[in-house]
């Protein structure tokens, strides 16, 4: 099983960009639980964004109304589109789906 992380890179404050992760060696269908997190320097890992079994979409506070978290199923790919970008976004973004984790993609927000 491989989740590869991508879309990473620099974006200036206020700015977007769009996180994929593309899954391999599992149909992304059959595992309704899924998520992104990340790591800022020097803090802890995030929930940033989760799809729960019962079928909701949640987020974290501080990024609530900015970051929407889909998915596609046919393409076996989830993605994470990031809006008005803040320099406290800046980290290394994870996905997840069930218990397997992709390597990582950097975001950083600044000018």
């Known amino acids: 099983v491989q989740l590869q992380a991508s879309g990473g890179g620099l974006a200036q404050p206020g700015g977007s960009l769009r996180l994929s992760c593309t899954v391999s060696?599992?149909?992304?269908?059959?595992?309704?639980?899924a998520a992104w997190y990340r790591r800022a320097p020097g803090k802890l890992r995030e929930l940033v964004a989760s799809?729960?079994?019962?079928?909701?979409?949640n987020y974290a506070d501080s990024v609530k109304g900015r970051f929407t978290f889909s998915r596609d199923n046919a393409k076996n790919t989830m993605y994470l589109q990031m809006n008005s970008l803040k320099p406290e976004d800046t980290a290394v973004y994870y996905c997840?789906?069930?218990?397997?984790w992709g390597q990582g993609t950097l975001v950083t927000v600044s000018s």
């Open positions: 997840k789906v069930y218990n397997y």
């Open positions: 060696g599992i149909i992304l269908s059959s595992y309704p639980t």
């Open positions: 799809f729960s079994r019962e079928g909701t979409t």
